[in-house]
């Protein structure tokens, strides 16, 4: 008896639901593990999330891989990479080795990323892509919680074992991608997609709202949950309750945020976000109550589901032969500011925490100006709110 239809979204959703077994665990201990055991101040913590961007931000060498890789097999050893690297965290637990292992569960993790993004523009129906990416957010959740659950539990009753949890946790991922280059059919690509670098000048405005959300994107990932730790003193178990709570809102919510952006439209459904961000960045930057720091990193979170809309809009401009190119070079300029912004921020932090959320408001409000030019509905031709003269073909 088939127990799952082994078709294209449920590839899409396997994998959905195997990258944060992994990546969820190194990134909810992360802050209490390099503290607690290798002893980081906000210099090193900002280094270490530096590097990790790198691979992301040399995505568009994905191009290069899918000369000799198919997309589909380079998603499952993307996810097995993502795997060993987390595996390898709690070993080594000096900077030097702690650095290496970052690098390895980056470069998994960022490729994965890469053509999931690329995969789902591809195989999903444009009427149906907002609903479906926000289920495969909610799996998401779904795989977090199960996860984070059973690690919360673990803590009421032992000591945290780093090395034990990284290894479980990178171990089940590597499990995962075995299984899914062994059970699913290797299915063809509809479209040939172009294996080039290049740039469309059509595509601009999606070039910098991606830059934009990068650099907004690590300001949370970054410093709010070490503002939680440093200046609150978050013990690990809470910040695992953090990340059970936001996934469990998102389990209900994602998919509801998906439905919104296709019934509300892309740009409306930024203005929401961008509006939002720029409050609860303020906020971080005044807080002294460690609840409503908690109630901000909750809301913060949600926040993030929004971002379907920024890859929405470009299935709606885009090319079909492009997506795949396109998938890597965007994830390159999403990664620009956060190869350079964590380090740089960093520094800024020893001596005033509060400046490095007013940047992120600002990084907001230029989102917000921004997603006012997209139409209310984009199309090849239409990418713009500002009248197009002459040709509408790509350049």
Known sequence: MRF????????????????????????????????????????????????????????????????????????????????????????????????????LMSIGFHFLET?????????????????????????RSIATLTVLGSLYLGLQFFQPNYTWIYAFGGGAAVCIGIY?????????????????????????????????????????????????????????????????????????????????????GERRALTLEYVGLIIIFLSYAMVENGNLAIALYILDHIFFSMAIAINTYFQKIADPADIAATSGISFTINHIAAVVLPAALGLIWIINHSAVFVVGALIALGSLTLVQLIPDAPSVGKETRWPAKGAVQPA
């Open 4 to 103: 799952i239809t082994k078709d294209r979204k449920t590839l899409l959703y396997v994998l959905a639901a195997a990258s944060p077994i992994a990546f969820a665990v190194w990134q909810t201990l992360l802050n209490n593990y390099v503290i607690e055991v290798v002893h980081f101040t906000g210099k090193e913590i900002g280094f270490l999330q530096s590097i990790r961007e790198v691979p992301g931000f040399l995505a568009f060498t994905v191009l290069w891989v899918l000369l000799i890789v198919r997309q589909q097999n380079l998603a499952i050893v993307s996810l097995i990479l993502l795997g060993l690297g987390t595996a390898a965290t709690g070993v080594f637990s000096s900077v030097i080795g702690l650095y290496i292992t970052t690098v």
């Open 180 to 264: 899914c280059w062994a059970a699913f059919p290797h299915f063809k690509d509809d479209v040939v997609q172009r294996k080039e670098l290049f740039l469309r000048r059509r595509y601009w405005l999606f070039y910098v709202l991606t830059f934009l959300a990068g650099a907004r994107r690590q300001i949370f990932t970054v410093f709010a949950g070490f503002l939680l730790v440093q200046k609150f003193g978050f013990p690990l178990e809470k910040m695992v309750l953090l990340i059970l709570i936001n996934s469990a809102i998102n389990i209900w919510l994602a998919p509801r945020i998906g439905a919104l952006i296709g019934f509300i």
């Open 115 to 139: 053509m999931q993004t690329s995969l789902s523009l591809q195989w999903l129906a444009k009427n149906e892509t907002a609903k479906v990416l926000g289920k495969i957010i909610s799996v």
